[in-house]
């Protein structure tokens, strides 16, 4: 059972590059969240997915972007990074209806130097 | 706007000592939750608590959703429960968190 994987575990970008953050879940939840933590503070929702196909905006989805092709994996992208994007990143999955159900990645420490 | 707010923001505890964590949620903030977040930043589910009292060993909480707060009690600390404790309540599809509060238990 690995539950929520999230890679890369560590990234250091120059402003400017792009990346991709991917997030795999094995069960077969239908809601997937990418979170930005900095410190001091709680978790914000950068975007998320209800479902194979679907994508949302959260509450900072500035300068990110984000794909469900297939229903167990949601990626992150960042196109321009900007040293504002240096924090921790967290996947979360949980399926329909179970609001407890929550499943939190390891986390991705981003640095944009 | 929604908000999710904790108090203390830092407590610092000597072992066996008891807590009570405090989170206060507007209007728009349901299904509430607490998850533990520990020294190497895994975060871990502890309680769905919309409304009433659950026991988990020496974890407690209570939500009054009619008052618009939710406390966790720890019993008995120990070293293990350092690290940071959200509360997170949901609007809509998604789950807004509070700033949490840092817990050190000495030994």
């Known amino acids: 059972n690995a539950g929520v994987t999230q890679t890369p575990k560590f990234r250091v970008l120059k402003t400017g590059q792009s990346m991709t953050l991917l997030c795999a879940q094995d069960?077969?939840?239908?809601?997937m969240y990418w979170y930005r933590q900095d410190p001091g503070m709680g978790l914000r929702l950068i975007h998320y997915?209800?479902?194979?196909?679907?994508?949302a905006k959260g509450e900072v989805p500035d300068g990110y972007n984000v794909s469900r092709l297939k229903k167990q994996n949601f990626l992150l992208g960042l196109e321009s990074a900007a040293p504002s994007q240096t924090s921790v990143y967290f996947c979360a999955s949980r399926p329909t209806g179970a609001f407890y159900g929550y499943t939190f990645g390891s986390g991705t420490r981003l640095t944009v130097v | 706007g929604i908000q999710v707010e904790q108090s203390p923001p830092d407590l610092i505890l000597q072992e066996g000592a008891n807590s009570t964590l405090r989170c206060n949620f507007s209007?728009?903030?349901?299904?509430l939750q607490w998850f533990h977040q520990n020294p190497w930043g895994q975060l871990i589910n502890l309680f769905y608590?919309?409304?009433g009292t659950k026991q988990n060993g020496r974890l407690s909480a209570t939500t009054v959703a009619t008052e618009r707060y939710s406390l966790l009690y720890i019993s008995s600390s120990q070293t293990t429960d350092s690290g940071v404790y959200f509360c997170?309540?949901?609007?809509?599809?998604?789950?807004?968190f509070g700033a949490g509060t840092r817990l050190t238990v000495k030994p």
């Open positions: 997170a309540g949901y609007n809509n599809n998604d789950m807004r």
């Open positions: 069960m077969n939840h239908e809601y």
């Open positions: 608590i919309p409304s």
């Open positions: 997915s209800v479902g194979e196909g679907t994508t």
């Open positions: 209007d728009s903030v349901n299904n």
